[in-house]
């Protein structure tokens, strides 16, 4: 039987979803119809992350979920793909005899053929490199599965950054630039197909081009070249590295409205002693330097970053001064996660390994204060007008409506309820903010006057 409706589950980061959509568009390329709901399809697939054990956890469910769904649907079949297949291949292959193909990160684009390659006699392939070196380009099939008004473009591939708690280099391989001017024309492509907030995203923004060379583009110039290329009217980053965020793109942001004052910079500590002990090449000192640079230049900006608590050998007076710091650094949004033990990155062999219990307390508590810092910037937003990019009926009711301002990433920050005014799906439109919650607004819209 050959499979003609597709049922695709995306786990994971923003780049995950990013290769999800590559994945679509290959099966689509081959005839393949996507639906939405698993009991529609003929092929399962779930798309997954394998960075930390949570996610691990995350994608055993759903692939034990998917295996109940095939068992009831005679000639259905089942395939595995992303970091997970790339991390535990052989182990998942052992633990699933019901799944017909494993992918690793490098093959998803291949996936039509490889589908097309599957026996009846031998119905299980698992495909994994060593080192990954796949890399995506513009004439690569994709199918967008974001609302039509915004999407992401990957920029980057991988990660040279040596940090100690992390895997990506190990499962997505070394950094790998794309050209600037293949860039350019997927987001003319993406802008021809309506996305009015395009987000730049990668392991690391601040990395790209370093190894194309000397001489050769940098996240300058792809932002340059964006806004003389396109007429997108919102440029959105995801992520910062803190070393690497220069005035040049700083200015660059303060000179171009269209490119958001959004800075996303995962700090992951502030203790030097945990930060020397990550791998992370900076310290308390020149985070704050880094701050207070962004906000001279662009005193508006929103800043979010995300903490990492319970790595090995934190102690209660580290938590105490990232609690501090949190306090006068007064960050727009911040995450807290608990550090995931990880065997395979150097991180797991330090001493003084850290209770869950503990790391669960310390991240509540953190929570805790950034929920009061974010409630009262969101409170000094009452009464203002912001653009907000309304992306239709809200999920908490449909007598309101729902949207973002420049200040608030999709899937990530907090939203904008609408409840006075109207407009279309897609628009960017004045709203005079009314209300605030510690991650959500409420404003309604400014009518235009005669």
């Known amino acids: ?32 119809e996507g639906v939405e709901f698993p009991e529609e399809a003929d092929l399962l697939l779930v798309n997954t992350c394998g960075f930390i054990t949570p996610a691990v956890e995350e994608g055993i469910d759903a692939i034990l979920n998917l295996v109940g769904i095939k068992q009831e649907k005679a000639g259905c079949r089942l395939v595995v793909a992303g970091c997970m ?56 099939p994709r199918q967008v599965s974001t609302p039509y008004f915004r999407s992401y473009l990957k920029i980057t591939e991988g990660c040279s950054n040596r940090c ?71 440029l959105r980053m995801l992520y910062l590295y803190p070393m690497r965020l220069n005035d040049e793109v700083l200015q660059l942001v303060a000179a171009n409205p269209r490119v958001l ?56 007076a580290d938590v105490a001064e990232l609690a501090e710091f949190m306090r006068a650094a007064r960050l727009d949004n911040v995450g807290i996660f608990c550090y995931s033990n990880e065997a ?45 990019l309304v992306e239709g009926l809200s999920r908490e009711s449909d007598l309101l409506l729902e949207g973002r301002t420049r200040y608030q990433a999709p899937e990530i920050d907090g939203v904008v309820y609408i409840n006075a005014g109207t407009c279309e799906v897609g628009e960017i439109v004045e709203v005079r903010i009314t209300e605030a919650h510690p991650y959500d607004l409420v404003g309604e819209i400014v009518e235009e006057e005669g």
């Open 1 to 32: 039987m050959v499979a003609n409706k597709v049922f695709i589950q995306s786990l994971g980061c923003p780049k995950n979803l990013v290769d999800s959509e590559v994945i679509s568009g290959a099966l689509s390329a081959a005839g393949y």
């Open 85 to 140: 297949v790339q991390r535990y291949g052989d182990e998942l292959r052992k633990e699933f005899p019901e799944v017909d193909l494993f992918i690793g990160v490098d093959q998803i684009a291949g996936i039509a053929e490889q589908l097309a390659a599957l026996s009846s006699v031998t119905p299980e392939i698992t495909a994994t490199a060593t080192t990954p070196g796949y890399l995506m380009d513009s004439r690569t």
């Open 164 to 234: 100690s708690y992390c895997l990506i280099p190990g499962l997505r391989g070394p950094l790998r630039s794309r050209g600037l001017a293949d860039l350019i024309m997927e987001a003319q492509l993406l802008e021809a197909e309506g996305t009015r907030e395009l987000t730049l995203i990668a392991q690391d923004l601040t990395a790209y081009g370093l190894d194309l060379g000397a001489g050769r583009e940098r996240l300058a110039d792809l932002l340059r070249a964006l806004l003389t290329e396109t007429s997108i009217p919102w």
């Open 261 to 316: 004052p959004y800075f996303d910079i995962p700090l992951q500590h502030i203790s030097d002693r945990i930060l020397q002990a990550m791998n992370r090449p900076y310290t308390r000192r020149s985070v704050e330097e880094l701050l207070a640079r962004i906000r001279k230049i662009l005193p508006l900006a929103a800043i979010r970053t995300t903490f990492m608590v319970g790595f090995p050998g934190e102690t209660a």
């Open 344 to 388: 395979e990155c150097a991180a797991a062999k330090l001493p003084d390994q850290c209770p869950e219990e503990v790391k669960i307390a310390r991240k509540d508590e953190l929570m805790r204060v950034q929920a009061q810092i974010s409630l009262e910037i969101n409170q000094g937003k009452v009464g203002t007008v912001e653009p907000v």
